[in-house]
């Protein structure tokens, strides 16, 4: 099992003081995030795409290429890349060119963005939500395959065999598609014989595992090798000593995130704390503990889903003070990793 961090880099007034750290500061914490995760032996560090007030991710390759050039073995994935509002030539350059600059170590998770910023930012319908992607993913597919590609659609204007460069330093750049909670995305992705990302934010891993098992169903009546179904896991997670000081240094910050979103949608504002300890219990989705806890909870996840090749903890939910991210993911990489693998390895 692959394991590793995804960011949105989130920037929130501290809750004690009221000053947030400036977009400038914020951002050499991320880049020093991803320094410390490739040193201590994570697997992969990703970054998503928002483009609001408190997230520095609007652009990913561009941050993911800052971290290429200071890092030497960590893969580096989008996490997730809003197609549906953005031009797949465009994509699939900017990614082929990280591929370059960290010499192969380069990946895109694509989705169709869980907030909708993005669609009247770049001019999009909303009602189009899904039409979008299916357009647009199959133009990313075709460009990764070819060179010189000749394609026509809706949303974009046709290609008639002009050539897309630069073309990766991989022969294949890996393409992962990011799903929620949408069975036809689930299903998609299984047709296709691609590897899937599916973000679990909330409930518990289990409710999950009929999706999982459509996406491999899927795979399989399409005629796909079932060991070339890779899952992948994206988790709200944080790792520090002991279980309460993980869930005291998480909460504050979590809970001023969810409580800001949960406003814009409707949520109850009430009882937030108690959602959170549930979340972080024996059968909620969140990986926050001591290195123990976490290991255990991570081979329960996969357990649950019949396998996972891949886990990303989303620890920037809350506003940490650089110590105590640098802390929980050098633990990450040198406690909990090595509890995950061994256990693997007995098991197998």
Do not use: N
Request: charge should be negative; include cysteine.
């Amino acid at each position: 099992m692959e394991i590793g961090i995804d960011s949105f880099a989130v920037t929130l007034p501290d809750l004690k003081t009221g000053r947030a750290v400036t977009a400038t500061e914020r951002m050499e914490r991320l880049l020093d995030e991803v320094e410390v995760a490739d040193r201590a032996g994570l697997d992969v560090f990703g970054i998503g795409e928002h483009h609001r007030a408190e997230f520095l991710d609007s652009a990913p390759a561009i941050i993911l290429a800052a971290a290429a050039a200071r890092t030497s073995r960590i893969r580096l994935t989008s996490a997730v890349t809003v197609l549906s509002a953005a031009d797949p030539v465009r994509v699939f350059q900017e990614f082929a060119t990280l591929d370059l600059i960290a010499k192969g170590r380069a990946e895109i998770v694509v989705g169709r963005g869980s907030f909708g910023e993005a669609y009247p930012l770049f001019g999009f319908a909303a009602e189009d939500y899904d039409a979008l992607f299916v357009e647009k993913f199959d133009l990313l597919l075709a460009l990764r395959d070819r060179t010189h590609v000749t394609w026509r659609g809706r949303f974009r204007p046709p290609l008639t065999g002009q050539g897309v460069y630069p073309r990766p330093h991989q022969d294949r750049l890996p393409i992962w598609v990011g799903v929620g909670g949408t069975p036809a995305s689930f299903a998609r992705a299984g047709t296709l014989g691609l590897p899937l990302m599916v973000a679990i934010i909330g409930g518990s891993f289990q409710r999950f595992r009929p999706l999982v098992d459509l996406y491999r169903e899927a795979g399989r009546q399409a005629g796909h090798d079932p060991e070339t179904l890779t899952v992948g896991l994206h988790a709200v997670g944080f790792v520090a000593d002991t279980d309460r000081d993980a869930q005291e240094a998480f909460y504050p910050g979590w809970a001023q995130m969810f409580g800001k979103i949960g406003a814009e949608r409707g949520w109850p504002s009430t009882g937030l704390h108690e959602q959170f300890e549930a979340m972080c219990g024996p059968y909620g989705a969140y990986l926050i503990g001591s290195p123990e806890s976490v290991a255990a909870k991570a081979l329960a996840a996969s357990e649950a889903l019949g396998g996972i090749s891949r886990l990303t903890f989303q620890m920037s939910s809350a506003m940490q003070e650089p110590d105590a991210m640098r802390r929980s993911i050098t633990l990450l990489g040198t406690e909990v990793i090595p509890r995950v693998r061994a256990q693997l390895a007995r098991t197998a």
